[in-house]
């Protein structure tokens, strides 16, 4: 209304009303300005970016406010992008074996010569068997300093199983060593072996909560949308699931693996294990906010259109709690992650020749080790990173799942 | 109250129903059993087989029957208390896991009192002094209590133990006891012995029931009636006591249900590491060598205890809160 009175408040226009006696009528009066009613709400392109922002951009703000979730998204992302690198990363093959070196200690990088800051090197080894008690001793030599190459060719691989390549990060200098986190008792190195491991043990976890996932939205969407029956059953069989302590469960599932299946079937079936007990979680979040959205009117509306139920949970109903459930799957991960290692641990899960954190701390399974050798124990430092940083960039996640708050 | 109490009770036998039968599928799942595995054994290494027992113990236990059969003679037995019989102790399994069991229970229950008694404190400081560096660093520590995998902590944990304390590694009582009856000494070996355990396996627990309990008491801390106790000039600790932290308490009863598998996965696992005589690894065993009846009757025993623990917890929490009696009453 203030528009269409005041609109054309120009020069001419004054004039005309003040030449008009005050007794007389106003002239009708129409304003030729273009008329846009919505001239109120519109808004600069700022906020306009702020205002009609997506749901995922906003997630995407408010997690960025989160400091110690953006610095574990972080940690994550370059843990799993070093997965797909991890023989240039690795300074050893996986079963290169130094038979010279057997539990040999982490050696340490050094920066500083006599003072001087210089290209880091490390000392080699001088081996002695003490006769006595039959220890390996490893004396670090400081005649023998062996720069470390970055950049550098050294052994030979094969990229992926695919491509021939010997182009390391890291290198020993030719002839010498390079043990940055000690041997184990094959003298195999064992940073590269964590690094080699970090492609089973990181990716176990992202598998099982694929299965996870698809198997709680499934079911849980199946229970939440019809309701009923089906619901009643599905609540009882999660009921069952849950009341069962997992790891004998998965001890119990694993222990069914036929010990001739390859390496690589006993990997998918230990994901596939871990993926089919934690799902109960998901089906049960996403059973209840079924069970208050299909009241909702837009999926009344869905339903008249001619929608089929598949349809109206997963393009209806799903996306307006996609983020809660990719937050929560986040959170199963490190679950997984501690179950894969634990089984390993025991012999029930991966064996070797498949490599993963949880096989590498197999190895240090009795008090010797924590005693003689404690640097095998070292694949726990990854996995309590990992699982540090899955819990964190989770519950980050978690609250900025719900931008609109 | 009295109908929930029944709705509560008729809901556990399908429950258990539906378990056995998970259990009885799972331990039937690898392909033969224990007796093919043990004659194919005793011929690698040359000896012969006693078959004429090994018949009568098949033909006495069923396995030449269909499956259907066989778990309904297993689930009989079970009713009746007898939990079938290990073959590769040659006992029945109420006997092989008779002493286990008590020590199972001892560790079971120490650590879920550990946790509670941690947790309790911890959490409610956490949630009164949030954002505080205590709080910070207390939440850190949980979190590394959450990722660290309890077999490690075990074993340095141990040997700490052994460095510094002289306590001697693995079991649950010094050697000299092992095999006696109890007494004083022993009991007093066993609780000298029980803290590296029941730290271990309570650590990840008390870690997720502090965040749960902070979690709870931060969003009751906001609520208005809060604020207007404190507008009236109640004493703070007394607010504390008598409004928020009641309502927060509830997540602590009802995580005996979920506490309990939790503590016994932990046991299982954390017992293998330090030799515990306990029941963990007797399963693990009884899981490699396909003895059945001792690994099924064995994760029947631990999934009715848990049941049972999850109907307690409902049972107390609808006895604390009138919310949860009276909507079950409602619903039916």
């Not at chain 1, 290169?96 to 050696?107: G, L, S, V």
């Not at chain 1, 290692?341 to 899960?349: I, M, N, P, R």
Request: hydrophobic share 50%; proline share 6%.
């Amino acid at each position: 209304m203030t528009d269409l009175l005041f609109a054309g408040d120009s020069p001419r226009d004054r004039a005309d009303v003040s030449s008009a006696k005050p007794a007389d009528p106003l002239p009708h009066y129409i304003s030729d300005s273009p008329f846009d009613p919505y001239s109120v709400e519109s808004m600069t392109p700022a906020q306009e970016r702020f205002y009609l922002a997506s749901e995922w951009r906003m997630v995407w703000w408010k997690l960025r406010r989160h400091r110690i979730a953006v610095l574990s998204g972080a940690v994550l992302l370059t843990l799993y992008v070093s997965i797909l690198f991890c023989e240039f990363l690795a300074p050893y093959e996986l079963d290169a074996r130094n038979t010279d070196f057997i539990y040999a200690p982490p050696q340490r990088v050094r920066i500083f010569d006599n003072g001087r800051l210089v290209w880091p090197f490390v000392y080699g080894y001088d081996y002695r068997l003490d006769m006595n008690n039959l220890e390996r001793l490893y004396t670090p030599n400081p005649d023998k300093r062996q720069p470390i190459r970055f950049f550098c060719h050294s052994s030979k691989y094969r990229f992926w199983g695919l491509f021939e390549g010997d182009l390391h990060l890291l290198c020993p200098t030719p002839g010498g060593q390079l043990f940055l986190a000690g041997t184990d008792r094959l003298g195999r190195d064992l940073l590269s072996r964590i690094i080699y491991g970090a492609r089973i043990s990181l990716t176990i976890g992202l598998l099982g909560v694929a299965v996870s996932f698809t198997l709680g939205v499934l079911i849980g969407g199946i229970a939440g949308y019809y309701g009923g029956w089906t619901d009643i059953l599905v609540q009882r069989g999660i009921e069952v699931i849950q009341s069962f302590p997992h790891l004998p469960l998965w001890m119990a599932l694993s222990a069914i693996l036929p010990v001739s299946w390859s390496p690589i079937l006993v990997y998918i079936g230990i994901t596939l294990i871990l993926g089919m007990i934690e799902w109960t979680h998901l089906a049960r979040a996403v059973r209840s906010k079924l069970l208050a959205l299909r009241e909702e009117d837009f999926c009344t509306a869905a339903v008249l259109m001619g929608a089929r139920p598949a349809r109206i949970i997963g393009r209806h109903l799903l996306p307006s709690f996609m983020s809660h459930l990719i937050a929560s799957a986040t959170l199963m991960i490190p679950g997984m992650i501690l179950g894969e290692t634990a089984l390993s641990f025991l012999g029930l899960g991966l064996r070797p020749p498949m490599t993963s954190w949880g096989v590498l701390l197999n190895e240090a399974q009795n008090i010797n080790v924590v005693a003689l050798y404690p640097w095998l124990m070292l694949p726990v430092a990854f996995v309590i990173v990992t699982v540090l940083a899955f819990n964190f960039f989770g519950d980050g996640l978690r609250d900025a799942a719900d931008p609109y708050h | 109250m009295l109908s929930y109490l029944v709705h509560r009770v008729l809901i556990m036998i399908p429950t258990l129903i539906a378990i056995s039968i998970v259990i009885f599928t799972i331990i039937n799942l690898p392909p033969g059993d224990y007796f093919s595995t043990y004659i194919a054994e005793l011929q690698s290494s040359g000896e012969a087989a006693d078959l004429a027992k090994i018949a009568f113990l098949k033909a006495q236990y069923g396995f030449d029957r269909p499956l259907w059969q066989q778990y309904l003679f297993w689930v009989g037995g079970l009713l009746h208390g007898d939990m079938g019989y290990s073959f590769a102790y040659n006992l029945p399994v109420n006997q092989v896991v008779g002493d286990r069991l008590l020590l199972t229970f001892i560790v079971s229950f120490t650590t879920i009192l550990f946790t509670y008694v941690v947790a309790f404190p911890i959490g409610v400081y956490s949630a009164t002094h949030q954002y505080s560096w205590t709080d910070h660093a207390l939440t850190l520590l949980g979190f590394l209590g959450l990722a660290t995998p309890s077999f490690l902590l075990a074993l340095v944990l141990l040997y700490f133990a052994n460095v510094y304390l002289g306590i001697s590694i693995g079991g649950l009582m010094d050697p000299q006891y092992v095999d006696r009856p109890w007494s004083f000494g022993k009991a007093l070996s066993v609780a000298a012995h029980l803290w590296i355990p029941v730290i271990v396996i309570g650590t990840a627990g008390t870690a997720s029931m502090i965040r749960r309990l902070r979690a709870n008491l931060l969003d009751e801390l906001q609520k208005q009636y809060v604020v207007t106790a404190r507008a009236k000039g109640l004493h703070p600790l007394k607010l504390l006591f008598k409004y928020p932290l009641r309502m927060a308490l509830n997540p602590f009863i009802s995580d005996i249900g979920s506490l309990l598998p939790h503590v016994i996965s932990g046991a299982a696992i954390v017992s293998v590491v330090m030799s515990l005589p306990t029941t963990g690894p007797m399963l693990l065993d009884a899981l490699r060598s396909q003895d059945m009846y001792l690994a099924g009757s064995f994760l029947m025993f631990m999934a009715f205890l848990t049941v049972i623990g999850v109907f307690v917890s409902d049972i107390a929490l609808a006895v604390l809160d009138p919310r949860i009696r009276l909507q079950a009453g409602r619903r039916q």
